[in-house]
């Protein structure tokens, strides 16, 4: 089992910053692929970006060159860094933890809240 323990949304300006951190604990494997999904109301839950432990990096094109995704894998943390925020990315955030390809299932996060006021 892994627990995944979010943080860091909140209420921001359009053009303002967040950082999101997604701590994941239990049987933490070493391969592991992280990253950070979003659902805003009445739309179906979205890719924002995606990292693996070799740090391979995937964006959504909505959020490139505005959001960094990054991980401490001694910490066992992935983190979003959004900047240049926009009102349409009001969502609740996402962590997801995969454990390896083969893996039967992945493990989510409760959510945060991120709210951008225009």
């Known amino acids: 089992q892994v627990q995944l323990v979010e943080s860091g949304g909140g209420l921001v300006q359009a053009g303002g910053s967040l950082r999101l951190s997604c701590a994941a604990s239990?049987?933490?494997?070493?391969?592991?692929?992280m990253g950070w999904y979003r659902q805003a109301p009445g739309k179906q839950r979205e890719l924002v970006a995606a990292i693996t432990s070799g740090g391979s990096t995937n964006y959504a094109d909505s959020v490139k060159g505005r959001f960094t995704i990054s991980r401490d894998n001694a910490k066992n943390t992935v983190y979003l860094q959004m900047n240049s925020l926009k009102s349409e990315d009001t969502a609740v955030y996402y962590c997801?933890?995969?454990?390896?390809?083969?893996?039967?299932?992945?493990?989510w996060g409760q959510g945060t809240q991120v709210i951008v006021s225009s």
């Open positions: 239990g049987s933490i494997s070493s391969i592991s692929a």
């Open positions: 997801k933890y995969s454990p390896a390809p083969w893996y039967p299932r992945d493990y």
